[in-house]
């Protein structure tokens, strides 16, 4: 439903610098309900709990969807409750700007359905290129998939953009889809002004050929 709000979960440990004030943040917002519930957890005392959530550092935090290790200020963690429904672009964004592609690849497959929203950085020719790099890697990894297929219209309108680089994306990933559907949309950019689309096209239309 919307408007809910996330709950939280925190591990911390003995001696760790930043668990005290990530754990007075957590606590004040759910004294001003920014959060439904918060479960502090101490690992050194649960360490089998620790070792179910896949814990390796302090602070541990999962706030509604997303997980996060080490200091975080209490307007970042304001943020991301604030972003729980809609925000999962961002979050994978957030990931891959610290390296995480692998944390972004689980995060997907917990529910595929967060591919979709990832299109708006394909569609951003000047978001961050290790991101973008990342993003295609992550939707790559769906080639032939239902998941990919689900989003063959909107890849579609994509093949259409204005933007040589996006359009280029597009016919790529469209090729992937391994879908026949798909097929009318990389033929329309066969005589596409950019050579690098028009390659790209082709080769797409060369991997359907090969499925």
Same mark, same amino acid.
């Given at each position: 439903m919307a408007g809910l709000k996330p709950d939280a979960l925190l591990f911390i440990t003995p001696g760790c %610098?930043?668990?005290p004030s990530v754990l007075q943040? /957590?606590?004040?917002?759910?004294? @001003?309900?920014?959060?439904? &519930?918060?479960? +502090?957890?101490?690992? +050194?005392?649960? %360490? !089998?709990?620790a070792e179910e959530h896949g814990v390796r550092a302090a602070p541990w935090i999962r706030l509604g969807p997303y997980v996060f290790t080490g200091a975080m200020s209490a307007s970042e963690l304001r943020f991301w409750a604030g972003n729980v429904e809609g925000? +999962?672009? =961002?979050?994978? !964004?957030?990931?891959?700007? &610290?390296g995480g592609y692998k944390k972004a690849l689980a995060f997907v497959a917990e529910d595929t359905r967060r591919l979709g929203p990832l299109l708006s950085i394909v569609a951003d020719p000047s978001a961050n290129l290790e991101v973008r790099l990342g993003v295609s890697a992550l939707? !790559?990894?769906? $080639?032939? &998939? @239902?998941?990919?297929?689900? /989003?063959? %219209?909107? /890849? +579609? $309108?994509?093949? =259409?953009?204005?933007?040589?680089r996006v359009r280029a994306d597009a016919c790529h990933l469209l090729g992937l889809t391994g879908s026949e559907a798909a097929r009318m949309h990389l033929a329309a950019r066969i005589d596409d002004e950019s050579v690098d689309v028009r390659e790209i096209a082709k080769e797409a239309l060369e991997e359907l050929d090969g499925r």
């Open positions: %610098p930043h668990c943040a /957590l606590s004040d917002m759910v004294k @001003d309900g920014a959060i439904g &519930k918060l479960t +502090a957890v101490n690992a +050194a005392v649960h %360490p !089998e709990l925000g +999962a672009a =961002r979050y994978v !964004e957030y990931l891959l700007k &610290k939707l !790559e990894s769906y $080639g032939g &998939k @239902d998941a990919l297929n689900l /989003l063959l %219209p909107d /890849l +579609a $309108g994509l093949s =259409r953009h204005q933007d040589h």
